[in-house]
């Protein structure tokens, strides 16, 4: 691997209106270091409050040229987009596991995903969004549904999946008419910034799609600009809850707000049980436990729960955490303040009476990083006013709790604020479809992690995982409104006129 990849990073400034632009009276600036190597500089970035402004009125000025232009020739610059993505790929996926610190391998899985999401939108979540024609709606009048583009959007996107997770709701917005300003999280600005780069190689027309840099002040001004119709965020629940209240006063604004999890896992008797455990090491621990999808608890019944223990915990000691060039399986913490929170949780699981079968501590390597090594705990009984049991930690932790019953087992799932997703490993249908019909949860997965979600089907939560504003295909409709029209071509018909109207349908001489 060439040592160009590990140089820093110029710093491009934000794009508007179809160019770089860098802050004449910058109000702000941070630094990004690499997680993995913290010594190495990544990016420094300068910001504007102001920036929020001219972005937002470029992309209103872009608005109805870019939704009067046709679906036919908008879809010619999404796969000029995908194209910029392909030839990208390899840039990009390098600097995601820069900033992340996610192994390689990953982090091509994630621009794969991007480069995936353009054709799944284009081929099947455009299906949802069709004119319909409803015969005979009133009478004998036909009605027609048609959905439109609600105007500029801002997309405000997480760290853990920078790439993915926010380009999951600009290709459907862009797609549907609408037009976009994308503000990455602060801790990611170069894989947006890239991001920015491949946007204009596509060569979209000026404003369509803007890209604004800054900290969480800057997140709010968007939010509440006037010109933005909706919110698209994919990040943490206090964020999440932030931007809500923050746009209570549009409360015609759309919010679609996808964010975290404390998703469960039951293991069954009956389970393949090496699959269960290759699976829920997968849903505890990949990307270092920081997926909103990752799997916390794992609720075992207690025949086979000594067995699936020791199988899990003897897994989980082998697992390769290093640098991203490694190849290992996961890389480090996000930050320093990530950190601090996974160790105080495990203080925090100890005073709650819970057993640590394995525990979690920084781990020291050549490079100077945020790792830490996996952690779990045995959960003595279902508590729900504990603090570890309620708490996303977002890293690299899971619970263990034992059951005699399913019911049982699905009380502890639905026993947390979020609801995200749910695996359940049984070879019995009709328990699965037990767990299915009684959890409240967004997502159920049987014999499969609760990580690893299909972009063809609707992802999101219920509770405070969430508002029912679905990503995946269903992003389609966060970003569009339906029109409902009735299209009466017949002539008047004097016999219809309604009760002591005495209508006289002869003009007058």
């Known amino acids: 691997m060439s040592q160009k990849i590990f140089e820093t990073i110029p710093f491009l400034g934000d794009y508007i209106n179809g160019e770089f632009i860098k802050a004449t009276h910058p109000q702000g600036e941070f630094q990004k270091h690499d997680p993995g190597d913290i010594k190495k500089e990544i990016i420094t970035c300068t910001f504007q409050f102001d920036s929020v402004d001219r972005a937002c009125e470029a992309a209103r000025r872009a608005f109805r040229p870019w939704a009067e232009l046709g679906l036919d020739k908008r879809k010619n610059h999404m796969l000029r987009l995908k194209e910029a993505y392909i030839s990208g790929a390899e840039e990009l996926a390098t600097i995601i596991s820069r900033e992340v610190g996610k192994p390689l391998w990953e982090a091509q899985q994630e621009v794969q995903t991007m480069i995936n999401k353009i054709d799944v939108t284009l081929n099947e979540a455009l299906l949802l969004v069709e004119d319909k024609k409803i015969e005979n709606a009133v009478g004998v009048t036909p009605g027609y549904l048609r959905f439109k583009p609600r105007g500029v959007m801002a997309v405000i996107g997480p760290f853990?999946?920078?790439?993915?997770?926010?380009?999951?709701?600009?290709?459907?917005?862009l797609i549907t008419g609408n037009t976009v300003v994308f503000k990455p999280s602060e801790i990611t600005p170069a894989v947006g910034q890239y991001m920015a780069e491949l946007f204009d190689k596509a060569d979209f027309p000026k404003g369509v799609f803007n890209l604004i840099q800054g900290n969480g002040e800057v997140g709010k001004r968007l939010a509440m600009h006037e010109t933005v119709e909706g919110i698209l965020f994919t990040g943490s629940y206090e964020t999440g809850y932030r931007i809500k209240q923050d746009t209570l006063p549009h409360f015609w604004k759309i919010c679609a707000l996808e964010m975290g999890g404390k998703n469960a896992s039951i293991v069954w008797d009956d389970c393949d049980i090496t699959k269960a455990v290759y699976e829920n090491l997968v849903g505890a621990f990949v990307t270092t436990g920081q997926r909103c999808s990752a799997t916390s608890r794992i609720v075992v019944r207690k025949s086979i729960a000594d067995k699936?223990?020791?199988?899990?915990?003897?897994?989980a000691k082998k697992l390769s955490i290093n640098y991203f060039t490694e190849n290992p399986f996961s890389g480090p913490l996000i930050?320093?303040?990530?950190?601090?929170?996974?160790l105080r949780f495990q203080g925090i699981a100890k005073r709650e009476n819970c057993e640590p079968i394995m525990r979690g501590k920084i781990l020291e390597l050549k490079r100077e990083g945020y790792y830490v090594t996996p952690s779990i705990n045995l959960v003595p009984k279902l508590d729900e006013e504990s603090i570890y049991q309620k708490t996303e930690v977002f890293g690299p932790n899971v619970?263990?709790?034992?059951?005699?019953?399913?019911?049982?087992?699905?009380?502890?799932?639905?026993?947390?604020?979020?609801?995200?997703?749910?695996?359940?490993?049984?070879?019995?249908?009709?328990?699965?479809?037990?767990?299915?019909?009684?959890?409240r949860v967004g997502l159920v997965n049987w014999n499969r992690a609760t990580v690893g979600a299909s972009s063809r089907l609707p992802f999101g939560g219920m509770g405070k995982s969430g508002n029912s504003q679905p990503a995946g295909t269903f992003a389609i409709y966060s970003v569009t409104y339906p029109v409902a029209s009735l299209e009466d071509e017949l002539p008047f018909n004097a016999s219809k006129a309604l009760p002591g109207m005495n209508f006289d349908p002869k003009e007058p001489v």
Request: proline share 4%.
């Open 160 to 173: 853990n999946f920078p790439g993915h997770l926010p380009n999951g709701h600009i290709v459907p917005a």
């Open 308 to 315: 699936f223990i020791s199988h899990f915990h003897n897994n």
């Open 335 to 342: 930050n320093s303040a990530s950190v601090d929170k996974y």
């Open 399 to 439: 619970a263990i709790y034992m059951v005699e019953e399913i019911e049982s087992a699905i009380k502890i799932v639905n026993s947390s604020s979020y609801g995200l997703a749910l695996s359940v490993f049984s070879n019995d249908r009709k328990l699965y479809e037990e767990c299915l019909r009684y959890s």
